[in-house]
Nanobody
């Protein structure tokens, strides 16, 4: 059983930056593709970014490319999401997720493929 705990959310003005962290425990971190998803008020949860076990392959939803960066530190069992130039419409609860793909690089954008989820962290972007 893998436990995921997100942190780093908060209130930021439009154009500002936040760095989310997700600490994992209870499993072998490198066995998991890690992803970030978000759910805005009144909307379905959507894919944001994912990263393979080694950290050298990433994928992003089009709307965040060039502004968000996903990274991971396997020594610290932590995945990060650096978010720059934030927009008010990106106000959402951001979730960290783990997909069991041992030493794999198959990044999924579908939440149903992910096995474990954190509780989420609120990001609010004011205009």
């Amino acid at each position: 059983q893998v436990q995921l705990v997100e942190s780093g959310g908060g209130l930021v003005q439009a154009g500002g930056s936040l760095r989310l962290s997700c600490a994992a425990s209870g499993g072998i971190f490198r066995d998991y593709v890690m992803g970030w998803f978000r759910r805005a008020p009144g909307k379905e949860r959507e894919f944001v970014a994912a990263i393979n076990w080694r950290g050298d392959i990433t994928d992003y939803t089009d709307s965040v490319k060039g502004r968000f960066t996903i990274s991971r530190d396997n020594a610290k069992n932590t995945v990060y999401l650096q978010m720059n130039s934030l927009k008010p419409e990106e106000t959402a609860v951001y979730y960290c997720a783990a997909d069991f793909v041992p030493l794999g690089s198959d990044l999924s954008t579908y939440d149903r493929h992910y096995d474990y989820w954190g509780q989420g962290t609120q990001v609010t972007v004011s205009s």
